[in-house]
């Protein structure tokens, strides 16, 4: 029997498109490919997936929209976007530095750089795993590329 607890569709609200630097793009195209090719999501209560999921940014919340496979509405989660501000924020400057340093840095500029970004990332995404909690069951990885989407969400023209 296939894994049921599990997104086979993720779709960005585009509706706030910005046109977005290509190391950006690049990270949304990645988190997006390796979140479908595994991850674990169980929403609370009485809904069996396989799900398709649309992340908005709608009124200063993250709208976790959940529907079956086919499309029909099963659940929706909403949390406050203020929370996720601040560990966003730091998480793009560290990552604009990387990105700047990858070009005209030493290697061990680079790497130094890369482990704070990593640490900003895994804090971002405990966060947005604890914040879910008793509304959607995650795991890290899943936590992770979502949170990255969830930066992605962030970025506004």
């Known amino acids: 029997m296939p894994h049921r607890q599990r997104i086979v569709h993720v779709q ?3 509706k706030t498109m910005v046109r977005r630097r290509p190391e950006v ?7 997006i490919y390796d979140l479908l090719e595994e991850n674990y999501f169980a929403p609370a209560g009485d809904v069996t997936g396989p799900y398709n999921l649309h992340l908005s940014a709608e009124e200063n ?14 659940s929706q989660v909403a949390l406050p976007l203020r929370q996720f501000q601040s560990i966003v924020k730091d998480y793009f400057l560290v990552c604009e530095s ?15 750089i890369d482990m704070g970004r990593r640490g900003l990332h895994n804090e971002g995404s405990e966060m947005l795993k604890a914040r879910l909690s008793g509304k959607i ?11 990255t989407l969830i930066c992605v969400l962030h970025i506004r023209g």
């Open 12 to 14: 960005l609200d585009e």
């Open 25 to 31: 793009e690049h990270e949304r195209a990645i988190a």
């Open 61 to 74: 919340r993250l709208l976790f929209d959940i529907r079956s496979e086919g499309g029909e509405p099963l």
């Open 98 to 112: 990387y990105y700047n340093a990858i070009r005209k840095s030493a290697p061990s500029h680079i790497e130094a």
């Open 137 to 147: 069951d995650i795991d890290f990885d899943t936590a992770r590329r979502l949170f």
